[in-house]
């Protein structure tokens, strides 16, 4: 069965997501020992190719999505399924700070689909987002 990670990473004015992407895929290949994959448009890939992807997707992302603070490219993350090449999947969102093997025990629990009921920011601890 072949495992791997996904990440989505469009950048945006504010933020350089395909350069976070990067250093989380090193993570990833470090902690957990899984190929990686990032999902990304065009205008992301930096022009001095030097890419920590075991391999490349490249979509037309929705850029319609907005937050308070801006751009929020962030709509086409429910395609992971489909575009994952692996067997099971992680999808990370590209500023996860892998530290540990732990996330590899994902991969023993017997259900198709599983995700996070809460979040908490850490630079307010106790406020949950």
Not at 5 to 23: G, Q, R, V
Not at 24 to 41: K, M
Request: aromatic fraction near 14%; hydrophobic fraction near 35%; charge should be negative.
């Amino acid at each position: 069965m072949k495992r791997g990670a996904i990440l989505f990473a469009f950048n945006s004015p504010k933020f350089d997501y395909f350069s976070m992407a990067e250093h989380t895929a090193n993570r990833i290949n470090h902690f957990l020992n899984l190929p990686v994959t990032v999902v990304t448009d065009k205008t992301s890939l930096p022009e001095t190719p030097n890419y920590k992807f075991d391999n490349i997707i490249t979509v037309e992302p929705d850029r319609n999505n907005r937050r308070d603070w801006g751009v929020w490219i962030n709509k086409g993350r429910y395609q992971a399924y489909e575009l994952s090449p692996y067997d099971e999947t992680i999808l990370l969102d590209t500023d996860y700070m892998v530290n540990s093997n732990k996330l590899n025990m994902l991969f023993k629990i017997n259900t198709d689909f599983c995700c996070h009921d809460a979040t908490s920011f850490l630079m307010h601890p106790g406020v949950p987002q």
